[in-house]
């Protein structure tokens, strides 16, 4: 009997998997090896590792956290998952059924993307989410915004911090009037047209096409497509979740707990700011809420 299994080996697992392995408690995590940031070849806003390829990152939090002898890094996808706190079964693709008092969810999340030509070969480079992880590397240069959702509006704003020539492309939605004019005010053009393909050269893009033909220079697209959980175990529990602008998070409170008792989760699953650093912040709180609740 394990005291936590930890489904999903990444920034968050590996992360409460640490500290669970520093408080001696026996710990199996299983993990596919798909981190979200695969696509980046480089990871920012990281304390101490600023830059460092996330495969890097992962790969010296596997060996470190390997050095706790209680804990058990296994590669394999769950698949079911039942039981009750201090009796929950984990079955895996791979045919193994491990049991665990506690169990943390951290399976992360996947991007659907959408069916641009380019799109998805400038994911992560050029096509980027999130200025704080990747726009000082295309500060200054000719930045849009592919319009999802109401949330996009926000977008031209903040990213004001890094460029002043900002195009929003509506991709066939309307705005209202008064929010057209704010952005007008601001300086951002607004092209209301679908974008029909992305040019760029090994995911470095140049620029994009319309549907009408027409052209724009772009040095980076900002994109927000919609993701999902990467596992449906939180469905298989009947968790409870919560919508967000991009997807569905799952609902947690203190200390990462979600609404089942002995069932804590981390990382992207449960919030809607996704970074290295919040996943790591979440791991190790679930992992505490987790002890926590072992030791009444
Ligand atoms: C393109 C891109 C670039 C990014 N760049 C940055 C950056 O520069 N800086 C930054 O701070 N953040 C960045 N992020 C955000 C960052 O990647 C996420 O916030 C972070 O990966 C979340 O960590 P996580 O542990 O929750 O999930 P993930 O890292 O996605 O890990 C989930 C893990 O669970 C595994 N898994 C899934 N299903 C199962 C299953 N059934 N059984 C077992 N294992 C399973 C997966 O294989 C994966 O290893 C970026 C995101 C993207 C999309």
Redesign the pocket.
Known sequence: MQDVII????????TAAMQLGRARRQVTV????????R??E?????FGFDGTP?GDL?KAARAQVAQYPTVKQVS????GISGEPDNFIVT?AEGETISGRRIIL????V?EFPAIPGFAES??KTV???P???GYEVAGTRWGLLYSSPMSLHGPVLYANWTDDITLILDGNDIIDEERSKLEKRGVRIVDGKLASIQHDGGRISGVTMEDGSQIGLEALYAHPRNRP??D?HLQLGLETKETPTGIMLAIGDMQATSKPGIFA????TTGM??????NN??SLAAMGALQSMMV
Do not use: E, K, Q
Request: contains cysteine; proline residues 2%; glycine residues 16%.
């Open positions: 489904i999903g080996g990444s920034f968050a697992g590996l299983l993990d596919t090896g798909l981190n979200r940031n696509y980046a480089h990871a920012h806003n990281i996330p992962l394999g996808r769950a698949i895996t951290s399976y992360g999340i991007d994911w992560g980027i989410h999130c704080f992880c990747h990467s596992a175990l981390a990382g992207d699953l996704h970074s290295v650093t919040f996943a979440s791991g």
